[in-house]
């Protein structure tokens, strides 16, 4: 069991940072595939990023190529999502997931390869 908790959200101006931060609790963090994915209101949850158990390999959605990065810390249980640039269309919940790592070292990218799920923390973009 995987208990997940995401914090850093707020209210940013286009052309603003922000750094979200999913703390995991239980055991074998770092035998998990992590991702973030966001919920814009009236949308499907959609891919933003995802990073391997052992932090080797990244893979983002194309509308965040090269404004957010991924990166965790198996010391402190902890995945983080460096947000930069952002734009109104980034207004959304952003949840961390973490999904059993795979026999090869493969990134996830759909919902259905994730186990567990934080509540998110809502990240509003004003123009």
């Known amino acids: 069991q995987v208990h997940l908790v995401e914090s850093g959200g707020g209210l940013v101006q286009a052309g603003g940072s922000l750094r979200l931060s999913c703390a995991a609790s239980?055991?074998?963090?770092?035998?998990?595939?992590m991702g973030w994915f966001r919920q814009a209101p009236g949308q499907e949850r959609e891919f933003v990023a995802a990073?391997?158990?052992?932090?080797?390999?990244?893979d983002y959605a194309d509308s965040v190529k090269g404004r957010f990065t991924i990166s965790r810390d198996n010391g402190k249980n902890t995945v983080y999502l460096q947000m930069g640039n952002l734009k109104p269309e980034d207004t959304a919940v952003y949840s961390c997931?973490?999904?059993?790592?795979?026999?090869?070292?493969?990134?996830?990218?759909?919902?259905?390869?994730?186990?567990?799920w934080g509540q998110g923390t809502q990240v509003t973009v004003s123009s």
């Open positions: 997931a973490a999904g059993w790592r795979p026999f090869y070292e493969n990134i996830y990218k759909n919902i259905g390869q994730y186990d567990y």
């Open positions: 990073i391997t158990w052992s932090g080797r390999s990244t």
């Open positions: 239980g055991r074998a963090f770092n035998n998990y595939n």
